[in-house]
């Protein structure tokens, strides 16, 4: 059975971070792309940044980019969202997914398996 399990949600205060983990098992995610989505209150769930599957190629939703780094280490089965300089906005349950393919992926109907997420809450 293939599972994604997020860890690292919290409250944090406005510039604080946080380092959020996915840790995949049932089977090696190594030749998928990998990536992170949020969803806040009310709001569609929406991409935040994606991974290739060597770690070579990454890409960030402009709200974010230059404050969360995306990265991953295919011999621990696992990948990370560094997020720093963290803001009110930034709230929201924050999921982890593996794509079907190999290469940097945008959509959710990209992504084939999903956690069941993690809260993130910025105080301001």
């Known amino acids: 059975q293939v599972q994604l399990v997020e860890s690292g949600g919290g409250l944090v205060q406005a510039g604080g971070s946080l380092r959020l983990s996915c840790a995949a098992s049932g089977r090696t995610f190594s030749r998928n792309a990998m990536g992170w989505f949020r969803q806040a209150p009310g709001k569609e769930r929406e991409f935040v940044a994606t991974i290739n599957w060597s770690g070579g190629d990454t890409l960030y939703v402009d709200s974010v980019r230059g404050r969360f780094t995306i990265s991953r280490d295919n011999a621990k089965n696992t990948v990370y969202l560094q997020m720093n300089s963290l803001k009110p906005e930034d709230t929201a349950v924050y999921y982890c997914?593996?794509?079907?393919?190999?290469?940097?992926?945008?959509?959710?109907?990209?992504?084939?398996?999903w956690g069941q997420g993690t809260q993130v809450t910025v105080s301001s």
């Open positions: 997914a593996a794509a079907q393919g190999a290469y940097v992926a945008t959509r959710r109907g990209d992504y084939e398996f």
